[in-house]
């Protein structure tokens, strides 16, 4: 049975690498590594220095060569620029923040497409922020009155989006201002690789490890299970110092993680988590062996323990480069522990199991040679099993820590060797847990009705567990739980706010009220959403889409909504409703202009999308209320581009649809037909300070516009049936000039 898990973890671990390392396969026509460029480097920092090549700018730089797929160092220390103290060991001497200036010219022709292109920064640090081409485009400076720092911002993988706009076809200039304390030596490019460009869908799913998030689920479950087993069984204290060693190693490798970074800001805290957590794991280790073996811990563990502890108390109070020659101490004592442990815990029990076996051969089995039962015993037996483990995991830590303190690289084989080290030592305490079991068989029939039991509990309270889950885990998102006749049951703060309602008239509502509208097609969301709403019921799939909400004071957010159905023999079917509001971009207070064009199908929430992003920077220049029904408009000229245009729907086919109450399945079925299925819908829009114009054109036949205008200025509404989106264009564009078949529009409003 053993064996069987062995393979099974096995084929599970391999499969799981394999998905990671999917995830890097192929890069863009974005790429572009960084270290492959001269990296330039000087003490303080001026705005001109965002703008000017370093080569030409006249002032005194350090370069600091390409280096490619090797990485490079730039951390203050490596530079070699005066006035920059070289780190002392133990030294509690302060200084003056130094500003630095680092400079990468790089040669980039711009590829096509619609690739959202960013950037990854293996390290950086302490405070600091980001230009390119003279345009600042992320900031983390965190400074009080004094000019000190804050807040500290020595991070590992920073990594964002990119406007391509900013990026220029041939020469360009990525420049970092930072903010550094000399004394700290993790500051700057403290680790060798990689910097690059690339697109941002590849920088994400390269920094999305599933194998790293994987195994801190692993060691979280595991850590806790054996913890909760020693609260049961106080006797078998080894379950104690392996939930330990586990639970320590998922700290450790969390507080690695970019993560953590959303929840704890100031590096300078994080590296002291990281920090006590990695002191804890080799005593728990060395002291979970030696329960599981002789179910006592001898004197030298219990020293190094202690040894650890004191270290872990000095990291809490003494400064950030404190804390790294601190780890260096760690570093070389653990050295040696790590070889004790290994030699003394694992080999030596090998080898004593390897000559107990030698020494039971049969008769039967006296022809089997020493290297075959070297080879039984090192795949067969849990401590072989442990060896295996405790090799890679040997190996894996001698590197980390050799790379810690020589090359820099970062690449943390030890989460890899951990990995394995555990498989092991899961496998000696399943060999223990199949005595236990063999011991405590009579307990299973008992068991077997307490199971059944908890299945039966389990199904009526599968309700409760969804409805109550998202409600009280400190998220902001709104959470609603429905009815399918969409009248709430319950909803947190945030739902109940997005409503514009309260708590005691949410039985009373309807989220379709809350659905923002506007306009001839103000319905159209509506519509949308009762079609996707149906899905959901038919299907059981969850669903997501875009929706916009009007708020208690009539603003209106756009929310990106999700809804799960949950299935209960006790409360029938209900809605998991969670809406996130879509915060407005962070860039905007930086727009200056823009000119894009698309060519969409005729796809009803493509419409909805590309009224929303061609309208997105109009609030940088006028009123969001302005904004909003600019948008509302000119949506209902895109959505008359796809029904009366590309679908040719005429107004008596709609009027007919709509009376029927099927209007958006109709649309749905001239979709599919093969006339009308490639048409597409062509839409210029043009942005500057002085003026907003957008040209929307069609494949369809086109229409009498004259006898539409006309109408609209003679208010003869008998003519306007369908036909209110041209009015409120009027209304709100400064020039509305068609073409003369009718199948494309181009409107312009002047801004102050």
């Not at 096509?112 to 983390?140: K, Q």
């Not at 950030?320 to 050295?335: E, G």
């Not at 998220?475 to 409503?499: E, F, P, R, W, Y």
């Not at 493509?606 to 109009?618: C, G, H, Q, V």
Request: contains cysteine; hydrophobic residues 45%; aromatic residues 12%.
């Amino acid at each position: 049975m053993i064996i069987s898990m062995k393979r099974q973890l096995l084929i599970t671990a391999m499969f799981t690498f394999f998905i990671q390392t999917s995830l890097f396969a192929g890069d863009s026509s974005w790429y572009l590594d960084l270290n492959s460029y001269p990296l330039y480097a000087k003490s303080g920092f001026t705005i001109s220095d965002t703008q000017i090549h370093p080569g030409i700018s006249g002032e005194e730089w350090t370069v600091i060569p390409p280096a490619q797929k090797r990485g490079r160092l730039a951390r203050p220390v490596d530079l070699n620029i005066p006035g920059i103290p070289v780190p002392r060991f133990f030294s509690f001497q302060k200084h003056d923040l130094v500003d630095l200036t680092y400079s990468i010219p790089f040669t980039l022709n711009i590829p096509g497409g619609i690739d959202v292109p960013g950037v990854h920064l293996a390290s950086l640090g302490d405070n600091w922020e980001i230009y390119l081409n003279g345009i600042p485009v992320y900031s983390e400076m965190d400074l009080d009155r004094d000019g000190g720092i804050k807040v500290h911002h020595a991070r590992r993988d920073v990594y964002f989006p990119l406007d391509r706009a900013l990026f220029k076809n041939g020469e360009n200039l990525l420049v970092i201002h930072l903010i550094v304390d000399p004394g700290f030596e993790s500051t700057g490019f403290h680790l060798a690789y990689p910097y690059y460009f690339d697109s941002f869908v590849n920088i994400s799913k390269a920094n999305t490890s599933l194998l790293t998030f994987a195994l801190l689920i692993l060691y979280l479950f595991m850590g806790i299970y054996h913890i909760f087993l020693y609260f049961s069984e106080r006797n078998y204290r080894y379950n104690l110092f392996y939930g330990l060693f586990s639970t320590d190693l998922f700290l450790y490798l969390f507080m690695r993680t970019n993560i953590v970074y959303n929840l704890i800001p100031d590096t300078s805290i994080v590296l002291k988590i990281e920090l006590i957590s990695l002191f804890g794991i080799l005593p728990a280790v060395s002291a979970f062996l030696q329960l599981v073996q002789n179910r006592s811990v001898n004197k030298l563990t219990r020293y190094y323990s202690l040894f650890n502890l004191f270290l872990a108390i000095a990291v809490i109070f003494t400064p950030a480069n404190i804390n790294l020659d601190i780890l260096r101490i760690w570093q070389i004592v653990s050295l040696a522990m790590i070889l004790y442990i290994f030699i003394y815990l694992i080999l030596w029990q090998f080898v004593s199991v390897f000559r107990r076996r030698l020494n039971r051969r049969d008769t039967g089995q006296k022809g089997m040679n020493r290297f075959r039962v070297f080879l039984q015993t090192l795949s067969k037996t849990a401590i072989g099993n442990l060896l295996i483990g405790g090799i890679i995991l040997v190996s894996t830590a001698v590197y980390d820590i050799l790379d810690s303190m020589f090359f820099q690289r970062d690449l943390v084989l030890t989460n890899y060797g951990f990995l394995v080290f555990t498989l092991g030592s899961a496998f000696i305490l399943a060999n223990r847990f199949a005595f236990m079991n063999k011991q405590t068989a009579r307990l299973n029939q008992s068991l077997e009705k307490k199971i059944q039991e908890v299945e039966q509990a389990s199904e009526m309270s599968k309700v409760s567990e969804k409805k109550y889950r998202s409600f009280f885990e400190g998220h902001s998102d709104a959470v609603l739980l429905l009815n399918t006749d969409l009248t709430i049951l319950d909803g947190n703060k945030a739902g109940i706010k997005l409503l514009g309602t309260s708590k005691k008239e949410l039985s009373r509502f309807n989220l379709l009220q809350a659905l923002a509208t506007g306009g001839e097609n103000g319905d159209h969301a509506g519509n949308l959403f009762k079609l996707k709403f149906r899905e959901l019921l038919r299907t059981g799939k969850a669903v997501e889409l875009k929706l916009r909400f009007s708020g208690k004071m009539g603003e209106t957010h756009a929310v990106l909504v999700r809804m799960e159905l949950i299935k209960s023999l006790s409360a029938g079917s209900q809605i998991l409703f969670r809406g996130v509001i879509l915060q407005q971009d962070a860039l905007l207070n930086y727009f200056v202009g823009e000119k894009v064009q698309y060519r969409i199908s005729n796809s009803f929430p493509l419409t909805e999308e590309i009224s929303r992003r061609i309208t997105a920077n109009l609030s940088r220049y006028m009123d969001r209320g302005e904004a909003e029904v600019l948008y509302i408009g000119l949506r209902e000229i895109i959505i008359n581009a796809v029904e009366h245009g590309n679908l040719h729907i005429s107004f008596d086919e709609k009027t007919r649809a709509q009376a029927q109450g099927h209007y958006i399945e109709f649309l749905m079925e001239r979709q599919k037909q093969k006339e009308y299925r490639s048409k597409k819908v062509k839409i210029d829009a043009l942005i500057t300070p002085e003026k907003v114009e957008y040209r929307i054109c069609d494949e369809g036949p086109g229409f009498d516009h004259r006898k539409f205008l006309n109408a609209a200025l003679s208010s003869k509404n008998e003519t306007l049936a369908h036909g209110r989106g041209i009015v409120m264009t009027l209304q709100l564009f400064d020039s509305v000039s068609y073409n003369d078949k009718g199948n494309e529009v181009t409107l312009m409003k002047r801004l102050k």
